[in-house]
């Protein structure tokens, strides 16, 4: 299967690992140099530097060949149409777009995308039903082999993670920090310098056998 990521993050890392463990083909578009070199030094020349929004970039991506579209910039009109490209101009069957904001999840299903993750509703949904927010809780879990989970759990101030950057926290193979939300309610995209407070929730995609594990590290 040939799997076409936009987007250069710890979310699109993981989609990385993922796929590449179940012997796809990956092409990064990413149109910031040092984040698409970053990738490439990871996991060799995968990433294409670019504008997803071009028809030629897309083009030159193989976009006419791929199964699967993911588009996971912190931009959601830039998701929006870098998915009308690829569905109209490139007849892409597979579409799956990472939403910042849930008021463009009616849009994107409006055009016929077929798959819309809306991450940060999924999780402030969540967080609404929980009463001991200083539990860990799972999330969702997702329907891969391995399994996975999303599971939130929030920083107490005994933590020997707090005031660790995303880079330097020891996590397990194929585990992601993919959203933080910060004590005043702001939610924060992670990237590697971003660093870790007291009282933060953090929202993390890792495999379920590794969850105890997780727990035990960032308590």
Known sequence: ???IIVGVNNLSKSLVEWYSEHDNEITIIEKEFDKCHYFDQIFGPICQNGDATDIET????????????????????DNFLISMIAKSKFKVKKIINIVNDSNFSNAFS???????INLESLVLKSIEKETALLAPWII???NTNPKKIIFALRIDNESKIIGKSIQNLNLPRNTSVILIIRSNGLTDIPSNEKTIHANDELIILTEEKNADKMLEYLS
């Open 1 to 3: 299967m040939y799997v």
């Open 58 to 77: 897309q083009a030159i991506a193989g976009m006419n060949r791929a199964d699967v579209l993911i588009t996971a910039t912190k931009s959601d009109k």
């Open 110 to 116: 409006f055009f016929g995308i077929e798959s819309v």
């Open 140 to 142: 969702t879990e997702l």
